[in-house]
C-alpha cells in the first residue's frame, strides 16, 4: 500500500537553528499539507501546498517557516530559527484531488533544546 | 467551519460494539462528515466518510441521522488495538484536509 514517508524520523536541535523536514507524498497524489501536534495537544494544521503553490496556511505558520517542492517526489517544511515552541511532532500529509482523503505520515518529532 | 462536540474519553471492553457520538449542530449544506483515528506517536488515519443516512466499510459504520445536527461512529466487536483517539470532522468535501480542523477527540480506550 502506497505511503507518506518522513525523514528523520526524530530530530533534536539547538534553538536559533534552522531545520528542514521532509517527506515524499504518495506519488500520483496533487495536494500536499503539513500539521504539527504539541505532546498531549491537537492537531493543527499549518499548510497546505497544491500545484507549486500555497493554498493556505494557518496563523501559526508565520515567517519562519516555509515549504518549497524542489523536485517531483520531495516536500519539505523548513523552520528558519527554532524556538522552543516548535518542539512538536510534525506530520506530513498528501491527498490525490481536494475532495479525497488525506494520507498522514508518522511523523517527525522535533526537539528543540 | 462547523464545530462539533465529542465525549473526551470512553472506555469498553474487547469484543464489544463502541457508538461514539458527535454533535455539529451548525453543519452546512455542502459539508461532509469525517471520521480520523490517530495512535499514539503517529499521524491520524482516514476511517470514514459520510453525507447522510449511513456508510459502512471494512472498518466502521457510520450513522447521520435525517437532520445531520450530529453522527455516530460505531466500532463493531473492537480489539486493545482500536486503543486509539477519534476525531470527528465537518468541512466541505471539496476542500479536503485543508480546511478540516481537529478537534480534541474522544480517547478512547478498549481493556481486556
Known amino acids: 500500500e502506497p505511503e507518506v514517508t518522513q525523514t528523520p524520523s526524530h530530530q533534536v536541535t539547538q534553538m536559533g537553528q534552522e531545520v528542514i523536514l521532509r517527506c515524499v507524498p504518495i506519488?500520483?497524489?496533487?495536494?500536499f499539507y503539513w500539521y504539527r501536534q504539541i505532546l498531549g495537544q491537537k492537531v493543527e494544521f499549518l499548510v497546505s501546498f497544491y500545484n507549486n503553490e500555497i493554498s493556505e496556511k494557518s496563523e501559526i505558520f508565520d515567517d519562519q517557516f516555509s515549504v518549497e517542492r524542489p523536485d517531483g517526489s520531495n516536500f519539505t517544511l523548513k523552520i528558519r530559527s527554532t524556538k522552543l515552541e516548535d518542539s512538536a511532532m510534525y506530520f506530513c500529509?498528501?491527498?490525490?484531488?481536494?475532495?479525497?482523503?488525506?494520507?498522514f505520515g508518522q511523523g517527525t518529532r522535533l526537539t528543540v533544546v | 467551519l462547523a464545530k462539533t462536540t465529542q465525549p473526551i474519553s470512553m472506555d469498553s471492553y474487547e469484543g464489544q460494539e463502541v457508538n461514539i457520538t458527535c454533535s455539529h449542530n451548525n453543519i452546512a449544506t455542502n459539508d461532509y462528515i469525517t471520521w480520523y483515528q490517530q495512535f499514539p506517536s503517529q499521524g491520524p488515519r482516514f476511517i470514514i466518510q459520510?453525507?447522510?443516512t449511513k456508510v459502512t466499510n471494512e472498518v466502521a459504520s457510520l450513522f447521520i441521522p435525517a437532520d445531520r445536527k450530529s453522527s455516530t461512529l460505531s466500532l463493531p466487536r473492537v480489539s486493545l488495538s482500536d486503543t486509539a483517539v477519534y476525531y470527528c470532522l465537518v468541512g466541505a468535501s471539496y476542500s479536503s484536509a485543508s480546511k478540516i480542523i481537529f478537534g480534541s477527540g474522544t480517547r478512547l480506550s478498549i481493556r481486556p
Open positions: 500529509a498528501s491527498s490525490a484531488e481536494a475532495n479525497t482523503e488525506a494520507f
Open positions: 459520510g453525507y447522510k
Open positions: 506519488s500520483n497524489h496533487l495536494y
